[in-house]
């Protein structure tokens, strides 16, 4: 999936939003295996998903903001 019909193939801030707010299950799973990848980029999913905690209908930004703490506190 492209998405925002970005040309860049990393994972910048607007692409990791789109892939969190919009993206399919195969979307997520790049986009964790990027994290995986490059454990850097847990800062920016998090950056991305504090704008949106304070909705308590944002479950997708929640899911991720749950995924980097656990996975920051392990590294």
Not at 7 to 13: E, M, Q, T, V, Y
Not at 48 to 74: E, G, L, N, S
């Amino acid at each position: 999936m492209i998405h925002r019909h970005l040309d860049n193939p990393g994972f910048s801030g607007a692409a990791i939003d789109d892939i969190i707010s919009r993206g399919a299950w195969e979307d997520w799973a790049d986009l964790r295996q990027a994290v995986i990848n490059n454990p850097a980029l847990l800062d920016r999913v998090e950056q991305i998903c504090r704008h949106y905690t304070a909705d308590p209908y944002a479950q997708r930004y929640h899911f991720w903001m749950h995924y980097v703490k656990k996975h920051k506190t392990a590294a």
